[in-house]
């Protein structure tokens, strides 16, 4: 995919996207998550919408585990722009995600009604579970959006929706693949920033996405907008502008800056030790080279091992419940294989099955265990809802009796 240049800077482009938003769609909605991106986004929302007396929605996350910073500069944002906010959708309810840093809670529930928070939400959160009537408790952050846009739509049905959402092409190739994508269904053929929604849902854009990190900066310096102050703190602790984010701390991705936690907030810090098992571990070895989470570094096969014994070894060694989960996307993963490309099995390794692409071998399978990716997404699965997994369990239990694996 050739880049193709139009002719002007970010600015200009994004301030035009931005109010062709608002000379296309009745709602728009904001996600807002106080990083660098999400931030400039809203200044240029409340820019357009100001100019045209257009309020507009924010739809912002809380994680429980985050920086007091981010919190005082999300209050910050929105008593600035509380004149043009039509709703402020602060949501404080518990939501699964998957947690990177420990094996004997590979999921963790923000605000857990039944552990001890790190801290408590404002006083005008939504904090009661009633309040959507979709969620349902503990729910996936990757079913409460789709759900959440739904509802936002469903209330006003003759009002056609956009959320718009601070993702940047240049931060990842994935995220590059995923914007640019031509299966998609976009508004216009022309517009490969938008996305079609299910049914009932609206649309979703992203006016930022041909920016670059260079050109986030150089917008909040030179027209002096407010930036979340976390990003001083970051540069002062010796992190790269590229690797400053703020999201959900303990994914396997995102257990490399718990580190940060510990220096620049340690009060904190004290407390997600207390609240998150496998906190103080994640930070120690998240972000170093080595086999655990097997980080950049090839993996090793112990010498008296293959790779296949390797995997039954790292099985064996976790806690019950952990391993039976990996069983049982291992046993699916193995018998798709099995019924296609490899009747015999496997092969122990093969050329690049460590990268991106899901090439099959048992080291990649060993990768995923190390790394403890808990949904084996490096095994082309996606997480199962959670509503449904206990059935999920029996009946994959059963089918690998009948396929007699593991």
């Not at 929302?45 to 005082?72: G, H, M, Y």
Request: net charge positive; aromatic share 14%; charged share 25%.
């Amino acid at each position: 995919m050739n880049k193709i240049l139009l002719g002007k800077n970010v600015r200009v482009a994004a301030r035009e996207r931005i109010e062709w938003v608002f000379d296309t769609f009745e709602r728009v909605c904001v996600a807002f998550s106080g990083g660098k991106d999400s931030t400039v986004l809203m200044h240029l929302v409340a820019e357009t919408a100001r100019k045209i007396q257009r309020p507009f929605t924010v739809l912002f996350v809380d994680w429980e585990v985050q920086f007091n910073s981010t919190i005082e500069h999300i209050t910050a944002i929105k008593n600035e722009y509380a004149d043009i906010i039509e709703s402020f959708y602060w949501v404080a309810l518990p939501l699964t995600t998957v947690s990177g840093v420990s094996q004997y809670q590979p999921e963790w529930v923000c605000w857990d009604p039944e552990s001890e928070w790190v801290r408590h939400p404002p006083e005008d959160a939504i904090t009661e579970p009633a309040f959507f009537p979709f969620y349902y408790p503990c729910m996936t952050f990757e079913e409460f959006i789709p759900g959440f846009t739904h509802w936002l739509t469903s209330k006003t049905p003759d009002l056609v929706s956009v959320t718009l959402v601070g993702v940047r092409a240049d931060e990842s190739l994935n995220r590059m693949r995923a914007l640019m994508s031509r299966r998609k269904q976009r508004y216009a053929e022309d517009l490969p920033w938008t996305t079609v929604q299910p049914v009932g849902s609206g649309y979703t854009a992203w006016p930022l996405y041909d920016w670059k990190v260079q050109d986030i900066w150089s917008f909040s310096a030179q027209e002096c907008k407010r930036i979340n102050p976390l990003y001083n703190l970051m540069y002062q602790a010796g992190v790269s502008l590229t690797n400053m984010r703020i999201c959900e701390p303990f994914g396997p991705e995102q257990r490399r800056g718990l580190w940060l936690y510990h220096v620049l907030e340690p009060e904190t810090w004290t407390k997600v030790c207390q609240r998150v098992s496998g906190a103080s571990s994640g930070s120690r070895y998240g972000n170093r080279s080595g086999g655990y989470f097997a980080l950049r570094t090839p993996l090793v096969c112990p010498p008296h091992l293959n790779w296949e014994d390797y995997a039954c070894f790292l099985l064996d060694s976790m806690p019950p419940g952990t391993a039976e989960h990996y069983r049982n996307k291992i046993a699916i993963y193995l018998k798709w294989y099995y019924d296609r490309e490899f009747p015999y099995g496997i092969p122990q390794q093969q050329d690049k099955d460590m990268g991106a692409r899901d090439i099959p071998s048992w080291r990649r399978i060993c990768k995923v265990l190390i790394k403890n990716d808990y949904w084996c997404k490096m095994l082309s699965f996606s997480p199962n809802k959670p509503r449904h997994y206990a059935r999920y369990l029996a009946r994959t239990k059963q089918k690998r009796e009948v396929w007699g694996i593991f």
